[in-house]
């Protein structure tokens, strides 16, 4: 790993002056980043992917949607169009990404747009959803043309951004101190028996600035859902074939392994649209695997992509899960930061 992070170093340097000067000019006030009158929290990193900033809107939609009118702004990454698009019943995944597609799925009474033009598309769903009190803008804390009312950043415990190099020979999309632009800083996928010392001395690490807070969330994982009609039940002697398009598959195979008799992976890139050619690769791995009890199990978000008719006929009586994921905070954050999102939103809106 440092020979790679060596051996690329040279073009970090290239990207990091870029992104500097990029910077540098928002600083200074050449470039002009707008802010909105209207509450917008954007959740966001420093990092390419991997920290799990879905089910943490999610959380947030969970924590609002009672209360307020939420709506959803993405880029729709990796999506076959273009442009503004707001979500409705006959979106597909191709129309509008996977991770929007995810939540428009899960929270019907929520409108989800995408666009990567965000100065854009705010106005734009604002337009089109008049009633919307609060927007969660994802993954839009590089986007320095807007300006959100709430920054928020999430940092993976087992890659803590301050511990990271700038990409390509690390997985920085910015340099280190762009940490200070945001309010809120969650360090996510915790242990669940992380300790008060362990996280003092992350706090004392990161340095947060005056008036930044900083939490600590976890995974929590539901029972399987099975993605088409089987009459299979998974019990602790199953053997399973995992397959994922996640920018980090570490935490779920580890899950898995403490549940099932063994786990074989296949660990596709982020945001992967499954072929004929790529689900043929995956039930040659399946058939491989020498036990009469076994399935495969995938994401959540890749779940999605695989709810097709024809995707359902090449799987045939294939045995298929998906595992529902979502966060939690530590007793000693939960309060803390439900109130602080719940007072932003509130205050906004008066």
Not at 75 to 95: F, P, W
Not at 123 to 136: F, G, H, K, R, S
Not at 206 to 214: A, K, L, M, V, Y
Not at 218 to 239: F, R, S, V
């Amino acid at each position: 790993m440092l020979f790679m992070r060596i051996i690329l170093f040279p073009f970090s340097i290239f990207y990091a002056l870029g992104i500097g000067i990029r910077n540098l000019l928002y600083k200074t006030g050449i470039y002009q980043s707008i802010q909105f009158d209207f509450p917008i929290i954007c959740i966001g990193n420093l990092s390419f992917g991997g920290t799990g900033k879905t089910p943490h809107i999610e959380y947030l939609i969970n924590l609002l949607n009672s209360k307020y009118k939420v709506a959803v702004l993405s880029r729709g990454y990796r999506r076959k169009t273009k442009g503004y698009i707001l979500s409705d019943n006959s979106s597909t995944v191709e129309q509008i990404g996977d991770e929007p597609f995810q939540i428009k799925n899960k929270f019907n009474n929520v409108a989800v747009a995408v666009c990567e033009n965000r100065v854009l598309g705010v106005p734009n769903l604002l337009a089109d959803e008049p009633e919307t009190n609060v927007i969660l803008m994802d993954d839009g804390f590089q986007h320095r043309a807007i300006k959100a009312g709430l920054n928020i950043i999430l940092t993976d415990y087992s890659r803590l951004f301050y511990r990271d190099w700038i990409a390509p020979s690390g997985m920085l999309r910015e340099f280190r101190i762009a940490y200070k632009r945001a309010q809120i800083i969650i360090v996510t996928k915790c242990p669940i028996n992380i300790t008060d010392e362990q996280r003092a001395n992350i706090i004392k690490e990161i340095s947060p600035i005056d008036g930044q807070n900083i939490y600590f969330s976890y995974q929590l994982y539901d029972e399987l859902t099975a993605l088409y009609q089987t009459e299979i039940i998974p019990n602790k002697e199953t053997e399973v074939l995992l397959f994922a398009g996640i920018a980090n598959i570490q935490s779920l195979e580890e899950h898995l392994k403490k549940n099932f008799k063994s786990v074989k992976s296949i660990h596709f890139a982020d945001h992967k649209f499954y072929s004929e050619i790529v689900i043929d690769e995956i039930l040659q791995k399946f058939n491989s695997i020498n036990s009469s009890n076994k399935i495969i199990i995938t994401t959540e978000k890749d779940a999605v992509k695989l709810r097709d008719s024809h995707i359902e006929s090449l799987f045939k009586n294939v045995p298929i899960f998906y595992q529902p994921m979502k966060i939690n905070f530590f007793e000693q954050d939960h309060s803390s930061f439900n109130t602080i999102i719940l007072n932003y939103v509130n205050q906004s809106n008066n």
